[in-house]
């Protein structure tokens, strides 16, 4: 699909660096933003003609994207991953965003999914699924190292047991080890 212009905006914390090309490959504009969404509104809402977006996956697409769609033509949230020629040349903010730009115009850009509100719930709950099973992975795999670490044994699951948990703990005689334990 043919466009009069193409926005390319490398995303961050505090500030979003956004540059547009026309139709052509010309620039017409580059700019800095806040990583707002009163902000960004306000650039698009100036920018005229069909303009599709595009930015990286990052933590805060999937609110950049509810931000954005309503104003734009299209959207196209790219993995950087999948997009190699994103990794080409110079990594700053300014190229990264005219190069999203360059290739959106292209299209060469491999889009995110980022789909319908319903789904926002289960992904949510799936993510939080995922986190706290790697978080409680992690802090078991933790916790046998303290004792493997002073040559105790941890046979078996006893050593997360609650009821066992002081019977384990007396096991370390070291205080700052004790108290290490006890917090995971």
Same mark, same amino acid.
């Given at each position: @699909?043919?466009?009069?212009?193409? @926005?390319?905006?490398?995303?961050?914390?505090?500030?979003?660096?956004?540059d547009v090309l026309d139709a052509d490959?010309?620039?017409?504009?580059?700019?800095?933003?806040?990583?707002?969404?009163?902000a960004i509104i306000r650039l698009l809402?100036?920018?005229?003609?069909?303009?599709?977006?595009?930015?990286?996956?990052?933590?805060?697409?999937?609110?950049?994207?509810?931000?954005?769609?309503?104003?734009?033509?299209?959207?196209?949230?790219?993995?950087?991953?999948?997009?190699?020629?994103?990794?080409?040349?110079?990594?700053?903010?300014?190229?990264?965003?005219?190069?999203?730009?360059?290739?959106?115009?292209?299209?060469?850009?491999?889009?995110?999914?980022?789909?319908?509100?319903?789904?926002?719930?289960?992904?949510?709950?799936?993510?939080?699924?995922?986190?706290?099973?790697?978080?409680?992975?992690?802090?078991?795999?933790r916790i046998k190292a303290v004792y493997?670490?002073?040559?105790?044994?941890?046979?078996?699951?006893?050593?997360?047991?609650?009821?066992?948990?002081?019977?384990?703990?007396?096991?370390?005689?070291?205080?700052?080890?004790?108290?290490?334990?006890?917090?995971?």
């Amino acid at each position: @699909m043919k466009c009069d212009k193409y @926005m390319g905006m490398d995303v961050h914390q505090a500030t979003t660096v956004v540059d547009v090309l026309d139709a052509d490959g010309k620039p017409v504009l580059a700019t800095i933003v806040a990583t707002e969404a009163a902000a960004i509104i306000r650039l698009l809402q100036g920018v005229s003609g069909s303009l599709p977006v595009t930015f990286e996956e990052t933590t805060q697409a999937a609110w950049l994207y509810e931000v954005v769609r309503g104003y734009v033509t299209e959207v196209v949230v790219c993995d950087p991953r999948r997009n190699k020629l994103l990794g080409e040349g110079s990594k700053a903010d300014r190229p990264d965003a005219r190069k999203l730009a360059e290739l959106l115009r292209a299209g060469m850009l491999r889009s995110v999914y980022h789909g319908h509100e319903a789904t926002r719930k289960l992904k949510e709950l799936v993510r939080a699924y995922e986190t706290l099973s790697i978080d409680t992975e992690r802090t078991m795999v933790r916790i046998k190292a303290v004792y493997r670490g002073r040559g105790i044994p941890t046979p078996g699951r006893g050593v997360y047991q609650v009821q066992r948990r002081e019977q384990w703990l007396e096991k370390l005689t070291e205080p700052g080890a004790r108290q290490r334990v006890g917090w995971l």
